[in-house]
């Protein structure tokens, strides 16, 4: 990504959150920006007021719940050689331990325990967040993350309910306000391992490194933003999106320099400020 486009992007993002009147540009006790705090309001309600409690609905949880376990159970068989590769080769460039896990947000504010092959070194701390050129990252851990390999170990998480194939990125604690409105609506769903925002997001870490604060850049600019992503997504989303986001995820995972996330904003018709 060249440095002109990640300055436009940065401008972009901070001139939608910060000059509107009303909206603020952090994740402060308030809640996120007025926009998010409308999307999730109205999710709210029409959650509420559409019978979220309906046989439909309780039919269409269980067809999906079936689905991800399903989904989860075929691609551990198949993947199985793959993951047992990767293992050793982490272990052959930094040692044990292979699987790395973090608490994490899940659906209602449950917190769960994530688990992911281990892309940094042994006993390193420091920041949650990870931006391009972070010297934690291993020689190996590099490579998983590019082709998002290391994300293969939460079919386990999926299998066992804590998460599902879409949904939004679980957050760590620090990151999550439960009182927000947004918030709300975000964590009334399960989390996946992809979503909208994550695969626009996709080059997040060089965008971060773009930062002189990384964190700071995270916190009030591209999380309201996927938060904002996350919620559009939410009020549209039916088993033909996922589909469509499933397949997307799996595409740029395997060929990650032909990613584009101006043409994944005009598939899903969202995000589009910034064609």
């Not at 029409?46 to 269980?62: D, H």
């Not at 916190?219 to 589909?243: G, I, M, W």
């Amino acid at each position: 990504m060249s440095q002109a486009r990640l300055k436009r992007m940065r401008k972009a993002l901070l001139g939608r959150l910060s000059h509107r009147p009303g909206v603020e540009t952090s994740l402060d006790a308030a809640g996120t920006s007025a926009c998010a705090t409308k999307l999730a309001d109205r999710l709210a309600c029409a959650g509420r007021g559409a019978g979220s409690q309906s046989a439909a609905s309780r039919l269409f949880g269980t067809l999906a719940r079936c689905f991800d376990a399903a989904c989860a159970a075929s691609g551990l068989v198949l993947v199985l050689p793959v993951l047992a590769m990767l293992a050793l080769v982490v272990l052959m460039d930094d040692g044990p331990p292979v699987l790395f896990s973090q608490t994490r947000v899940g659906k209602d504010g449950k917190p769960f325990r994530i688990w992911k092959f281990r892309t940094m070194r042994a006993g390193s701390s420091g920041s949650a967040i990870t931006a391009s050129g972070d010297a934690r990252v291993t020689r190996s851990g590099a490579v998983l993350r590019k082709f998002k390999l290391d994300e293969l170990p939460q079919l386990f998480n999926v299998l066992k309910g804590d998460m599902s194939l879409v949904g939004p990125r679980p957050e760590t604690p620090e990151y999550v306000q439960p009182r927000a409105p947004a918030w709300q609506a975000v964590l009334a769903v399960r989390p996946g391992i992809t979503d909208l925002a994550t695969l626009i997001y996709r080059d997040e870490e060089e965008i971060l490194g773009a930062s002189a604060n990384a964190d700071v850049l995270y916190r009030e600019t591209v999380l309201p933003e996927k938060l904002r992503l996350n919620l559009a997504y939410l009020r549209a989303r039916s088993f033909r999106q996922d589909l469509r986001l499933i397949l997307l995820t799996v595409r740029y995972s395997l060929f990650p320099d032909s990613f584009d996330p101006n043409r994944v904003r005009r598939t899903f018709g969202i995000g589009l400020e910034y064609d």
